[in-house]
């Protein structure tokens, strides 16, 4: 079985990077990752390549242009078929959006279209939601946009800070991520009117309930 192989951008941590690394390590996984980019030298992501053997390139690049110039040239030698920006911090080229339309997927931690940009825990938090998650989407011009290939859902919790739910979010999205890569990379979805069908594949009617029909703790009493 010939696997697609991946492009990871990233600019930091690399949790994400680092789901898709083991998701990879199955060999009956459909993609594997070629190259491991990051716009910064010192991103913590670096190393988890460099541990499971996958080549990286740091293109510290300020001029966007110049970058995504760079990036594509790295991705191309790399015979990459998908790119997929993992916790990548920074806005790209519009060429690069438009050269890898429909081959490219970002993680955002919020349920899409609902917080799109920075601190969408924060934003989430704010808004008073009971359910939060993370969103995988094929990449538009536009920040945070883009056909949805997968969500998960989680809730917020009364006394949630933003440390919490992003832990919970984070949780999920390691997750998600292999399981959407892992649907394009099978040839699974279909882009139709701007949303993605996905071919055999049963999802439940009814997802949860925030609060539960019953609380879960014995000991939460009724208010009077
Ligand atoms: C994740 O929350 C991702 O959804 C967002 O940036 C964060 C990156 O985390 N785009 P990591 O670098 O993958 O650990």
Known sequence: MERLKVGVLI??????LQALIDAAADPAYPAEIAIV????????????AEAAGIPYR?????????????ADRELRAANAGLVALAGFMRLLDT?????????????HPSLLPAFPGLHPQRQALAAGVKFSGCT?????AEVDSGPIVAQAVVSVEDGDDEDRLAARILAAEHRLYPLA???VAEGRTRIIDGKVEIDGWRTPEFAALNPPERP?????????
Request: proline share 3%.
């Open 216 to 224: 879960l703790d014995p000991l939460v009493s009724t208010p009077g």
């Open 37 to 48: 980019i990051s716009n910064r030298a010192d991103a913590a992501g670096l190393a988890r």
């Open 11 to 16: 600019s930091g941590r690399g949790s994400n």
């Open 181 to 183: 890569a892992r649907l």
């Open 95 to 107: 060429g690069f959006v438009a050269a890898w339309r429909d081959r490219m997927l970002n993680i």
């Open 136 to 140: 995988v989407h094929f990449v538009r």
């Open 58 to 70: 740091v293109i510290a690049e300020s001029d966007r242009a110049a970058f995504a110039a760079a």
